[in-house]
């Protein structure tokens, strides 16, 4: 047993090692990866000029829970990217999107990081990669400007809620449920019954007020009235193209086109800005 802890914790060590010095960065050769900027680089450290463009990256579910060793796709290193770039000369942010979705308690917290930054009269430019609906495209509206693919896949403006149920699976092998609770809501998704028409009632209550709020997110942040925005939040997806003709996005292309969007808003001269990443910092105990 001591000796498999030995093993990866030098693991850990090792990949530490390779996230800091070593990874390529999957984005473009703008990207400051070199060595002899390597201290730009590392956690807490990046040397940034008010010509440089911040650059997150968004891939996976939004949670507050880490989806790799590096955690950079939940929530907690979302806001500390962009609490990072807040308290650094950068002027613009691109926020480079590859998510289905998430938590809506998330999402909203990474608004409330995005606000802030753009509070200091800093910009930010979404740019969508494979897919950026639901929590990811609620997270967009909180951007100066939206930049996707013609095939990227986004919209589903909407919220869902889900409880399995195994009542007769449990009534089969004769597994019962017994239950002591409060008051009459206190086991609501129970899988050994049936939900009541209540229960679905006060769930249905709180996925509509959800609703609302993405409903407004995406009035407040793009501009577009109420009524058009519920015509098309039931759900359904978008191709980029599709989604420029709704209004839901500004431009079509990838991160050339993003830095272009950043550099204009932001009002930078620089023909070929550096683009600066952020990295969080390793932490051995997210491997587990």
Same mark, same amino acid.
């Given at each position: 047993?001591?000796?498999? =802890?030995? #093993? ?9 090692? &390779? ?22 680089? /590392?956690?807490? /450290?990046q040397v940034t000029t008010s010509n440089d463009? !911040?650059l997150i990256t968004l891939n996976g579910v939004?949670?507050? $829970? $880490? ?27 691109? =926020? ?15 608004? &409330? ?22 929590? !990811?495209? &609620? #997270? ?12 990227? =896949?986004?919209?589903? #403006?909407?919220?869902?809620?889900? %409880?399995? $149920? ?15 609770? $409060? ?18 009632? =006060? ?31 039931? !759900? ?14 500004? *431009? ?7 830095? *272009? ?6 009002? #930078? ?8 990443? &952020?990295?969080?910092?390793?932490? %051995? %105990?997210?491997?587990?």
């Amino acid at each position: 047993m001591k000796k498999l =802890l030995i #093993i990866l914790m030098l693991i850990g060590i090792a990949l530490g090692f &390779y996230q800091v010095f070593f990874q390529v960065e999957e984005e473009s050769d703008n990207v400051d990866v070199t060595t002899k900027n390597i201290f730009k680089n /590392m956690p807490g /450290m990046q040397v940034t000029t008010s010509n440089d463009i !911040g650059l997150i990256t968004l891939n996976g579910v939004i949670s507050f $829970s $880490s989806a790799d060793f590096t955690g950079m796709s939940t929530a907690g290193s979302l806001i500390n990217a962009f609490n990072h770039f807040e308290d650094s000369p950068v002027k613009a942010v691109i =926020l480079r999107i590859n998510s289905p979705g998430g938590s809506i308690g998330a999402v909203q917290e990474v608004c &409330y990081a995005m606000d802030s930054f753009r509070a200091k009269g800093k910009k930010i430019v979404a740019s969508f990669k494979d897919i950026s609906a639901s929590g !990811g495209y &609620y #997270i967009s509206c909180h951007a100066d400007e939206i930049v996707a693919n013609p095939g990227t =896949l986004t919209g589903s #403006i909407g919220v869902i809620m889900q %409880f399995p $149920s195994f009542k007769g699976l449990f009534e089969k092998y004769g597994i019962k449920y017994n239950t002591i609770k $409060s008051g009459e809501f206190k086991d609501i998704g129970n899988m050994g019954r049936e939900m009541t028409d209540r229960e679905k009632e =006060l769930l249905q209550s709180c996925v509509d007020d959800s609703y609302a709020q993405f409903v407004q997110a995406v009035v407040d942040g793009r501009g577009i009235p109420t009524d058009e925005v519920k015509a098309i939040a039931d !759900g359904r997806i978008f191709t980029g193209r599709q989604a420029k003709e709704k209004k839901l996005v500004d *431009e079509l292309g990838g991160m050339d086109v993003a830095i *272009e969007v950043a550099k204009k808003i932001a009002g #930078i001269e620089v023909k070929e800005p550096k683009l600066v990443k &952020y990295r969080p910092k390793f932490n %051995f %105990f997210n491997l587990f």
